[in-house]
């Protein structure tokens, strides 16, 4: 286990075998089994090839695939165990190869949220993507009724888990889409990416501009 007083980080192998506390262990092996099965795997519903996640199942092979849940999850202890969720990604992150950073990826799982309001996840994950974004980093929100669309088919929901959750990795070239919407996220993206932007990207933010 790695992690401070503000939050817990266990890798699958030890939620596999149970050595993490009792009240924490049902949601994380619900967690990981949603990732090794739905993230990993073509949808009919998805408009493309390939799994839900093209970053999980990398990520798991790798052994960079992290858990973790916050020590406190009030309302007042959130935000903190979002801090040090960006703590410590980054400093787990400092000990990898650079080719090795962008499979890092951390779930904050968060059961004691309500399973059928997002409200609460989406502020706490609004309110964090600047400093994440300026960072380098991704900050996702997945909840059981998360309504954000697929990129690719608009009536397909790929962010619902069957526990709120904060997903945290790197952020890449193809992460545009998005970013769409906060011109601040936008220029945090081309002073990283600007010199190598695919064309296929390009043409994303060209028609981002024109529309």
């Given amino acids: 286990m790695r992690g401070d007083s503000r939050l817990q980080i266990y890798t699958p192998g030890q939620v596999d075998r149970g050595l993490v506390p009792a009240g924490q262990l049902g949601p994380l092996r619900e967690v990981l089994e949603w990732s090794r099965t739905f993230l990993v795997s073509s949808h ?27 020590a406190q999850s009030t309302p007042a202890a959130l935000p903190g165990a979002v801090e040090a969720l960006r703590t410590w990604y980054e400093r787990l992150a400092a000990e990898l190869a650079e080719d090795e950073r962008e499979l890092l990826t951390v779930l904050m799982v968060l059961p004691e949220l309500d399973h059928a309001d997002p409200a609460d996840l989406d502020l706490l994950q609004a309110d964090a993507k600047d400093d994440f974004v300026a960072q380098g980093l991704m900050i996702g929100q997945f909840h059981p009724l998360c309504a954000e669309p697929g990129l690719w088919n608009e009536d397909f929901a790929p962010l619902r888990s069957p526990v709120p959750l904060l997903a945290v990795r790197r952020l890449l070239v193809f992460d545009l889409p998005f970013l769409v919407g906060a011109d601040r996220h936008i220029d945090h993206y081309l002073r990283r990416f600007a010199p190598d932007i695919p064309a296929r990207v390009r043409d994303q933010l060209v028609n981002r501009v024109v529309s």
Wanted: aromatic share 8%; hydrophobic share 35%; glycine share 12%.
């Fill in 44 to 70: 009919p519903e998805l408009g493309r090839s390939g799994p839900v996640c093209p970053y999980t199942q990398p990520s798991l092979r790798a052994g960079r695939f992290l858990l973790a849940v916050p």
